[in-house]
């Protein structure tokens, strides 16, 4: 069975509120000068191309890691994740806040706020991009008091990822290059070798 696509009036209701701190969020990036980089038209919750744009952060590093360096530049060979070394060295970790209003409102698409708005994990786990857009462009334009959306990272499940729309206000506080022993911590972590 195929998600459905949001139809106006049937879901704002249904959508739950979860706080997040601004503060808490981080990004890995190759060009942390440009940050936060908002995406258009490419990527699961981005709005339409010439709409909002879409800044995706996690809480936690190697969920960061799994979902932007693991997702974008590995290859999985002989039981390990090959990305090539240059992909690896280059990454930052990107601090986020928003000083007004530290506390960004979400919306929930994950467990039974999820269910209740008659969709599954497919919204964060399939490869088909249309609907997950759709439901951002959706939740976006249903009320200004949505910054984004939480779901359930694709790359590591166990985790929560973040879609913040450009509204949100986010800047970045600061950024530092990844250490080289945490990198080798996640590098262990998910089996990934650089080539």
């Known amino acids: 069975m195929s998600l459905r696509l949001p139809d106006a ?3 704002e ?3 739950e509120e979860v706080p997040v701190s601004a503060n808490s969020l981080l990004r890995l990036s190759k060009y942390p000068k440009s940050e936060p980089f908002w995406s258009r038209g490419r990527y ?3 709005g339409p191309p010439g709409g909002f744009g879409t800044c995706y952060a ?3 590093v190697a969920v960061a890691f799994s979902e932007s ?3 974008e530049c ?3 060979r002989n039981g390990q994740y090959e990305i090539p070394m240059a992909d690896l060295i280059s990454r930052h970790i990107v601090k986020l806040h928003r000083p007004a209003r530290p506390d960004l409102v979400l919306a929930d698409l994950t467990g039974t706020a999820l269910k209740r708005l008659g969709l599954n994990n497919d919204i964060s786990a399939g490869s088909d991009y249309t ?3 759709a439901w951002a462009k959706a939740i976006h334009d249903a009320d200004l008091k949505w910054d984004g959306i939480r779901y359930v990272s694709r790359q590591d499940n166990s985790e929560f990822a973040f879609a913040l729309f450009e509204r949100s206000g986010l800047t970045k506080t ?3 290059k990844l250490a080289s022993k945490v990198l080798d911590n996640l590098c262990d972590t998910f089996g990934v070798v650089a080539v």
């Open 74 to 76: 590995a290859w999985f």
């Open 131 to 133: 609907v997950p857009m």
């Open 9 to 11: 009036g049937s879901f």
């Open 69 to 71: 360096v693991i997702h």
């Open 44 to 46: 699961r919750f981005d």
């Open 58 to 60: 996690a809480v936690d």
């Open 174 to 176: 600061s950024s530092r």
């Open 13 to 15: 209701h249904l959508l």
